[in-house]
């Protein structure tokens, strides 16, 4: 007798080839058997899949789950999408290596790090993967070192090079971060403080990775000289660092012509004529999702948030800033305030500004949408929007390339709880997003291939030579569903709606999901 056998499945192994129909046997957490009909009565529980499509447990190859998903295990809105792992430490933020001092700074300034009831109870790496498993979450976690914790931690939020001695301190706590289980290193160079750092100081980082045999991720500069500067600028870091490098949700302006896709497709493909493994990812949403603050000029995020909010109140400085934000040097997004929709805050007080606009909210207020958003700043500090930064056009060339990786770039939710902090589509929808809409309704891409995308090549991605395929001898981590009526349900209206035609879904060898609902069973592990 084995656990688990799952019967008449049309079963997607992960390569990206044609599937192919018969059993699945599962014994202890792993895959067992693969056979066209195991013996009749041999599971102690045996279903039936006929007509449903079995494929290895999706793997968001980047989250900001870090903390959401020690204040909400059940991971929610992740099971019921499919997804069995998520990996989370992206965009330079990681939930370690931390101080006393720098913790207050990561509480209280990112919104990614402020959920409630959970007790920061490490300060490395290793302390917070001590701490997924004590929560025992839905999911398996697989988590990276960021570089904005690590300057945070060792330099504080100061825009200046570090010294030698900060430098040879960050490259130690690098390697000490992979001793402890990280996957990777990761850069947010749109973000403070680590858009203050040069390409020196993110190409040695990135060698400590590369020397390890670990990817380098970055969520690029996207400074006033556009992507293709930005994409120029990491293509050095990992050819200077000789490391594998996968940049993060990689796309053009939504203003650029659609052959703009595929020009950043070639410099890719150039850069991997020359030898440098780079990959990229991708939201699948046309609307975006980060902190309003990546909007402002460097000098005025020096000193993290504190000195921002001097900067903001300072009428001198303040007038600077306006003049920034309205003129030449601004983010083009910033000149329509009606799609600025607020999707996150920072404080739970506020939630009644999630799922409106900037411009929405200055009417009722009677202020220019310019001095609402700063004033938004001074009184919740990063809240985050999500502007319509990508045409449709873009992402399908781009997701269309099998260099990409759809990603959530979102959180594990709990649909009640987290709503005070702002929920985001992509949360709950994005995996079926891409199986419903990408693959059936449009045709960009067929579903083996997508299928591969979302399990086998993210497990590449991120060292896991035992998840993201059927195979015997993987990790039991599966998701059964409707190719027919797969689909998202999601939106600015319902952020939190759940998605449709995902039956069952497997972590571990247990069933977190099932009917579509998840079971409360939690069965994930730290990776």
């Known amino acids: 007798m084995i656990d688990l056998v799952i019967r008449n499945a049309t079963r997607h192994d992960g390569s990206g080839g044609p599937p192919s129909v018969g059993d699945i046997g599962i014994d202890g957490g792993r895959i067992v058997a693969l056979d066209e009909r195991l013996t ?13 499509a ?49 913790l207050v ?62 430098l040879r301190r960050m490259v130690a706590l690098v390697d000490a971060a992979i001793d402890d289980g990280a996957r990777g ?80 497709l070639a410099m890719l493909h150039a850069a991997r004529d020359r030898g440098l493994e780079v990959t990229f990812d991708l939201t699948v949403f046309e609307r975006g999702g980060g902190a309003w603050v990546q909007s402002l000029p460097g000098w005025a995020r020096d000193g993290g948030m504190a000195g921002t ?24 997004w910033l000149s329509d305030w009606d799609d600025q929709l607020i999707c996150k805050v920072n404080r739970p007080e506020h939630a009644d500004l999630a799922g409106r606009t900037i411009a929405d909210i200055a009417r009722e207020r009677g202020r220019t949408p310019i001095d609402t958003a700063l004033d938004l700043v001074l009184e919740d500090g990063q809240f985050w929007v999500a502007p319509t930064i990508k045409r449709q056009a873009h992402l399908d ?48 891409l067929s579903l083996p291939e997508a299928i591969h995308r979302i399990t086998a090549e993210p497990a590449r991605r991120l060292g896991l030579t035992d998840r993201g395929r059927l195979a015997p001898g993987c990790f039991a981590d599966l998701v059964v569903f ?33 009917g579509g609902a998840a079971t409360g069973d939690r069965a994930g592990l730290a990776l």
């Open 309 to 332: 909010a001097a900067v903001i109140r300072d009428p001198s400085s303040r007038a600077r800033l306006v003049e920034f934000l309205t003129g030449p040097g601004a983010d083009w």
């Open 40 to 52: 009749g009565g041999v599971g102690r529980e045996e279903i039936d899949c006929s007509g449903l």
């Open 105 to 166: 700074g990561l509480i209280d300034e990112e919104p990614i790090f402020a959920f409630p009831g959970v007790e920061w109870d490490w300060r490395t790496i290793g302390g917070y993967r001590d701490a997924v498993r004590r929560a025992r979450p839905a999911t398996n976690v697989a988590t990276f070192v960021g570089h904005n914790t690590l300057r945070r931690f060792v330099l504080g939020g100061a825009d200046r090079p570090p010294t030698p001695a900060e």
């Open 185 to 264: 290193f990761t850069t947010g160079l749109s973000y403070a403080p680590g858009m203050f750092a040069t390409v020196d100081e993110l190409a040695t980082l990135a060698g400590v990775a590369a020397a390890r045999g670990r990817p380098y991720h970055t969520h690029m500069r996207y400074g006033p000289d556009g992507v293709r500067a930005s994409v120029r600028e990491a293509l050095e870091t990992a050819e200077r660092a000789q490391v594998e490098l996968n940049i993060s949700h990689l796309y053009p302006s939504a203003q650029e012509p659609d052959e703009s896709a595929d020009e950043l």
């Open 397 to 444: 060339a781009l997701i269309a390339s099998p260099l990409c990786v759809p990603i959530g770039d979102g959180f594990a939710h709990h649909p009640e709880r987290h709503r005070a902090y702002g929920i985001m589509p992509k949360s709950f929808g994005t995996f079926p997003l891409v199986l419903g809409d990408y693959v059936r309704d449009r045709g960009v």
């Open 482 to 514: 409707d190719p027919a009526t797969v689909a998202n349900r999601a939106d600015a209206a319902d952020p939190a709606a759940r998605p449709h035609g995902i039956h069952r879904v497997l972590v571990n060898g247990s069933w977190v999901v099932i």
């Open 54 to 102: 079995v494929a290895p447990g999706f793997i968001d190859l980047h989250t900001h789950s870090d903390v959401s998903l020690l204040s909400e295990a059940g991971c929610i809105s992740a099971i019921e999408q499919g997804v069995t792992t998520q990996a989370v430490g992206l965009c330079g933020f990681s939930a370690g290596p931390v101080d006393a001092a720098s």
